[in-house]
């Protein structure tokens, strides 16, 4: 662990993904003190050996068994006493996991769950607050950038497009305008490929690998 003046450094991870309609998060329970029993985000402590972003990497890796996925910093908290063991200052990471790689995300243990980010458990530490955070970033860059694809298979219909905005942003979006807005950003593409099953097929699309994160001088979708 890294250690600077009798503070300890460490880094935890809100692993977000969508199952089941609903926008879920990585959470694992804790086996020993402080807050025995309870359920936290996966995190761990920095190494001397290995950056912030390489101590992300691994408990990312280690906690959900993915590499590969979004992921980016959050931000530091270093509230004096939420730790309880002693002064404890987290960069906060959050990650996006699509569907496919979340079901055998945290599978290797009971003790790994995907939970409801609308419906949390008491919480260790100040977990609770961090995942809050998280979702309050994720909201924001899902209404200015193209961030909310990477909770997405590669390719999808509108439909689910729009099912997915919906689930993050926990409001309805009216079906003509959020269509009109996204094909015109130019972040989608068509596949040429339909969707067969109940009702009438619909077309597939997938992200544009070329198309810009960012969109300027107006929200996607207010």
Known sequence: MTKTSDIFVTVDIVI?????GDLQVLL????TPPFEGRWAIPGGFVQHDESLEDAAARVLFDEAGVRGVHIEQLYTFG????????????VAYFALVPAPLALHAGSSTSDAQWQSVYNLPEMAFDHAEIVHYALKRLRYKLE???????????????????????????????????????????????????????????????????????????RLFP
Not at 16 to 20: A, G, H, S, V
Not at 28 to 31: D, G, I, L, Q, S
Not at 149 to 166: G, M, R
């Open 16 to 20: 977000f993904t969508l199952r089941d």
């Open 144 to 218: 200015y950038t193209a961030v909310g694809f990477q909770l997405l298979p590669k390719t999808f219909t509108l439909s689910q497009l729009q099912k997915a905005y919906e689930t993050v942003l926990g409001e309805r979006l009216d079906k003509r305008n959020f269509r009109r807005r996204i094909l015109q950003a130019q972040v989608i593409e068509e596949t040429g490929e339909m969707q067969s099953g109940e009702g009438r097929p619909a077309k597939l699309y997938r992200y544009r690998a070329d198309a810009v994160a960012e969109v300027k001088a107006r």
């Open 79 to 90: 509230r004096v006493d939420r730790d309880p063991r002693g002064r404890m200052v987290t």
């Open 28 to 31: 694992v329970k804790r086996k």
